[in-house]
């Protein structure tokens, strides 16, 4: 009797170790399905210290993020959370915002100088269908410095946007590849021009402006595939 008694402890010990693997499976499975959104981060102060990046309490990026950088999509929870840009190595925070994320989402957060000098954070909605045979591009304006609103053409011309403010974003556009971008501040002559070499056919950008200067516009690409 008290081999067969053996026997049976060490079947049911046996029984819960796989009913208990399945579960720390299913468990495992559920946390994965549980980051169904994305985040990335951009930093477009210049001169600002290189920035760590934090969801709630968690430090989420592998490196920091310098100026005209941007991170690498991070896969989040949807729902409500605090971002968080922190100066790098440092407890400093440098701007903060509550945000929520629906399933399957994908949002850029910026990290953007105001007109006051303080920083804030903006949070702009990505796309995730690109076009075959054109190129895919969106504009921001975080271009404090700027004394009026942006304009894109092509260079033959066609108006892509018309006074684009600060902080504000346009909608997402189809244009054909390798097409050069001429940008001006509105009133003023100085172009800054995106080289049509720079937007690929397929690909999904946003370009996002800033300044060093009252009248001059600065570009930098984000490629979000």
């Known amino acids: 009797m008290k081999i067969k008694t053996n026997h049976l402890i060490t079947r049911m010990a046996v029984a819960a170790a796989v009913i208990f693997s399945i579960s720390s499976c299913k468990k495992d499975d559920d946390n994965d399905n549980m980051l169904n959104a994305k985040l990335s981060f951009v930093n477009t102060v210049e001169g600002s210290a290189a920035q760590d990046i ?14 005209g950088s941007s991170s690498n999509d991070i896969s989040t929870s949807a729902g409500n959370k605090t971002i968080s840009f ?9 701007a903060s915002a509550e945000v929520n994320t629906s399933v399957n989402s994908s ?35 975080v271009a404090p410095m700027l004394t009026s609103t942006i304009n894109v053409t092509t260079s033959a011309g066609a108006n892509l946007i018309s006074a684009l403010a600060f902080k ?17 501040m509105s009133g003023s002559l100085e172009v800054t021009t995106i080289t049509g070499s720079e937007l690929q056919a397929g690909k999904i950008y946003t370009i996002w402006f800033d300044s ?8 930098h690409i984000v490629v979000h595939n």
Request: hydrophobic share 40%.
């Open 212 to 219: 060093s200067t009252a009248t001059k516009v600065k570009y």
């Open 107 to 141: 949002h850029t957060a910026f990290l953007v100088k105001q007109a006051n000098g303080s920083m804030g954070i903006s949070l702009y909605a990505n796309e995730s269908n690109a076009v075959s045979g054109k190129a895919k591009v969106r504009f921001i304006n």
């Open 54 to 67: 934090f969801i709630n309490d968690s430090k989420v990026s592998a490196s920091a993020v310098g100026y």
């Open 168 to 184: 504000a974003s346009s909608a997402y556009q189809a244009i054909d590849a390798n097409t050069n971008l001429n940008v001006m």
């Open 86 to 94: 922190k100066n790098a190595g440092s407890a400093t925070v440098t």
